[in-house]
């Protein structure tokens, strides 16, 4: 049958692909519009297949908040101009929002889900049908939930570099007017910011991983044994070295990025006077675009 420009300008619109690869298309399927759309479809799986061993390291951290829910997660792209396209940036929009309804336990079952968002398609449908559209790997890669008490606490967030990094955190306090307040909202964003710049690895040294300072303490002792000074205060310069450790990785034992005169728990202490209150950090959500986890 004949293929008229309408035909093509249609398909264009639905799909958003070229004007060439619709009007073929729309050849193979003898003008009927569903199918021309299915087999683009199936072509955007083969796309996907194809390029399914290229790395996907850009893309976009974002973070997004409902009720007591604060979610943070994780789309990557291979290039940083996908990652800017008004069709990725849509999608990534719309998968954050069916994440946080579902709530899945993982990615893999992530990828499973269904939404009228997708036009009743699985996550992992729209994914691939993206594929097809922009010509480039698209991976939803990693999420996290994070629930807060409403009694208690409260979730606070910073995205740098246009979603780069992104940091979600979680303070704590015994007085429900606190939690409210401007003060303690300048605290979190002063929190997060200080976890996306100096990426502790825990909220204070009795949280640092086991493993991790059983390494450090190893590694220290090898060092002071091979210094020639006397094996009587081997442990007490280990201990030193420990404390030095500790104010890279503890959160509220690192130099406040705002002010390095005061570390992070000197921070806290500032509001907690001004509020006559308890404040804590309860936890903390660091994702940074490409890195491992």
């Not at 009927?32 to 850009?58: C, F, P």
């Not at 291979?78 to 940036?89: G, K, P, Q, S």
């Not at 990094?165 to 910011?193: F, H, P």
């Not at 020639?228 to 104010?247: A, L, R, S």
Request: glycine share 6%; hydrophobic share 40%.
């Amino acid at each position: 049958m004949s293929i008229s420009a309408s035909m093509v300008m249609k398909l264009r619109e639905a799909t958003g692909l070229g004007m060439m690869a619709c009007k073929k298309a729309l050849i193979e399927a003898d003008g009927d519009m569903e199918k021309a759309i299915e087999n683009l479809r199936k072509q955007g799986q083969a796309t996907a297949t194809k390029r399914a061993g290229k790395a996907a390291k850009e893309g976009k951290i974002d973070i997004i908040k409902e009720g007591n829910d604060t979610l943070v997660f994780e789309v990557n792209s291979e290039t940083d101009f996908v990652a800017r396209n008004d069709d990725f940036l849509a999608f990534v929009a719309d998968l954050g929002k069916v994440l946080l309804e579902k709530k899945p336990t993982d990615m893999e079952s992530a990828m499973t889900l269904t939404s009228p968002r997708f036009n009743d398609q699985s996550v992992e449908a729209k994914t691939l049908e993206l594929v097809g559209k922009i010509g480039e790997k698209i991976s939803p890669r990693r999420f996290r939930i994070v629930t807060t008490d409403a009694a208690k606490e409260r979730a606070f967030s910073y995205i740098h570099g246009q979603g780069k990094i992104g940091v979600v955190v979680v303070l704590s306090s015994d007085k429900a007017d606190v939690l409210e307040s401007g003060e303690l909202a300048d605290l979190g964003k002063d929190c997060a910011m200080q976890v996306a710049a100096s990426k502790p690895a825990a909220i204070d040294r009795d949280s640092v991983d086991a493993d991790l300072v059983a390494k450090e303490r190893e590694i220290y002792l090898g060092q002071v044994q091979n210094s020639g000074k006397p094996e009587k205060i081997w442990d007490k310069i280990v201990d030193g070295k420990m404390n030095k450790y500790y104010k890279q990785v503890a959160l509220v034992e690192q130099e406040f990025i705002k002010d390095t005169d005061i570390c992070v728990a000197d921070r806290i202490k500032q509001v907690e006077k001004e509020k006559d209150a308890s404040i804590s950090v309860v936890s903390f959500v660091r994702f940074e675009l490409g890195a491992e986890e």
